[in-house]
């Protein structure tokens, strides 16, 4: 569980990412914090006025065509803006991390599949840093069955420390579960240091359980939303979709950029 000081410190991050900018001073401060983190406010959608606090602006929309998802539907597309963290076969009911960390796919998915079904298949890990487009978008066209949403705590998920502990299956997280041509596969949004709300279109924050009426999503439709940077895990079952051919660590990803291909 998140410790009462790493829960303060949310608390009052979060306070300060809703306070209202008198509209004069946006563009200056949003500006000012793009420069900061190295972000492009020329991919904003509308004027930088329009956003009333910083939170908001954090989770800006792009403008129509900045970001374009393939057609070829045997092509998986990366869900988000970020960087390549891992990028893992499953075996012996983990995926790795980098320098060999080892990562229970069962915890990591808090319980929505099990190890032996996933054996064999493939996962991505993608760290957004707070100069990244941080909505995440569907990569297929799916139903949302199914939405775990894990306790747990805020520790960074900078990469320097996912090298150094086991962070992924400890933090907050929400668990998505969802099915495309009958496959059932999951989306992992881990919260962070500073991140504790998470946003599911659709469902009902901290509200776990199979979904009474499946959510419809198409291929680049907003799925969900982090509020500050934190990590994306997608995990694919075997015989379904392999990883892209020179994929690195810390690569830099666009959404809707080619990670994978059906087959094996």
Not at 107 to 114: F, M, N, V, Y
Not at 157 to 174: C, I, Q, T, Y
Request: glycine share 10%; proline share 6%; net charge positive.
């Amino acid at each position: 569980m998140a410790t009462p000081l790493r829960r303060a410190l949310s608390l009052a991050v979060g306070w300060a990412m809703d306070r209202r900018i008198p509209t004069p001073l946006r563009a200056k401060a949003y500006r000012g914090f793009a420069r900061a983190v190295g972000a492009d406010v020329a991919e904003s959608r509308g004027p930088l006025e329009i956003y009333p606090t910083l939170g908001a602006f954090f989770v800006r929309r792009l403008v129509e065509g900045a970001r374009v998802f393939p057609v070829d539907a045997n092509v998986l597309p990366s869900p988000c803006d970020g960087a390549v963290q891992a990028v893992s076969r499953i075996e012996h009911g983990a995926l790795l991390h980098a320098k060999g960390r080892a990562y229970p796919v069962e915890e990591l998915l808090a319980g929505r599949a099990s190890a032996a079904e996933l054996e064999g298949g493939q996962a991505w890990i993608v760290y957004l840093s707070p100069r990244d487009y941080h909505r995440v978008h569907c990569p297929l066209d799916a139903r949302l069955v199914d939405v775990a949403w894990a306790a747990g705590a805020r520790y960074s998920v900078a990469p320097k420390v996912l090298e150094r502990r086991r962070v992924l299956d400890v933090n907050e997280r929400a668990v998505l579960s969802l099915e495309s041509r009958g496959m059932r596969w999951y989306l992992v949004m881990v919260g962070a240091l500073n991140v504790g709300r998470i946003r599911v279109v659709g469902a009902t924050t901290g509200r776990s359980g199979q979904l009474a009426r499946p959510l419809e999503y198409a291929r680049g439709d907003e799925l969900a939303r982090f509020e500050m940077g934190s990590t994306v895990v997608l995990v694919f079952p075997p015989r379904s979709f392999r990883a892209r051919e020179g994929l690195v660590q810390h690569q830099p990803l666009r959404m809707g950029e080619p990670i994978g291909s059906r087959g094996y």
